[in-house]
């Protein structure tokens, strides 16, 4: 498609913060005869390449898609095989996270999560809190329907013992409930494997997001493929509602 912006209207900044939805693992398998556990194994290798690589551009924050609310209802093997899988991640990369000063923190229901991996990943939450390089944010057991429901319901617990007026719950009266409080909104959401739909993922953080749809499955989600999605952001005129003169006359922060 002809970009209807002259160059100089290009803004080729790195996001601050990207959310990835990694779709496409179990096709990527399917495809070469292999079972989908191998296809999330690869879909493993290729996270621990893209947070290096995003380090390396310098965005600041990466939220990663690594197991939704509704994957519950896969086969039991899967999800089992998915769970060893990531604790098996967490434990070979451990060191090379410290190394690259990478504070990792999740959201999403761990409580449900089994103890063998969350033991292990509130002990490098707890551990990294520290580290500034980047944040690695894993959303594991997330929806985000479950996250609006559980502030909704604090917002009315905190109504109903006289903490909050309820005719001041403003925007961030709900944000500051949400389990992303404090975090940059997502600027980029990428999803993988040809997709176009959200899934459940960070719907409300990314009301003003740039979306970037790939057709490529998870695993052969390359730094050259991240790289293309950023020159697709780096064309996009963000107007947050404003009107195009006036996104103009703003100098860049
Ligand atoms: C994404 O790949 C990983 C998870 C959802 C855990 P999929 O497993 O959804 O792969 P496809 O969509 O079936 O190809
Ligand atoms: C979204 O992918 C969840 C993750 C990537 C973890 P799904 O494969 O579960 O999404 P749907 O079911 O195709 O919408
Ligand atoms: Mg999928």
Redesign the pocket.
Known sequence: MLDPLPTSTLKPDVPRHIGII???????A?ARNLP?LE??RR?GERLIEIVDACIDLGVSTLTV????AE?WKRPPEEISG?FKLGEWILRAHLARLERRNVRLRAIGDLSAMPDFIRRPLTDVIESSKHNTAFTLVVALNYGARQEIVRAAQAIAEDTAAGKIDPTKVDWSTVESRLSTAGMPDPDLIIRT?G?FRLSNFLLLQSAYAEIVFSTV??PDFTKEQLQLALTEFGKRERRFGMTREQIQATPTA
Do not use: C, I, P, V
């Open positions: 990694m779709d496409g693992n179990g096709r990527w399917a989908r296809g999330h879909g898609f690594a197991f939704s994957n998915l494997s997709e499955f998870w």
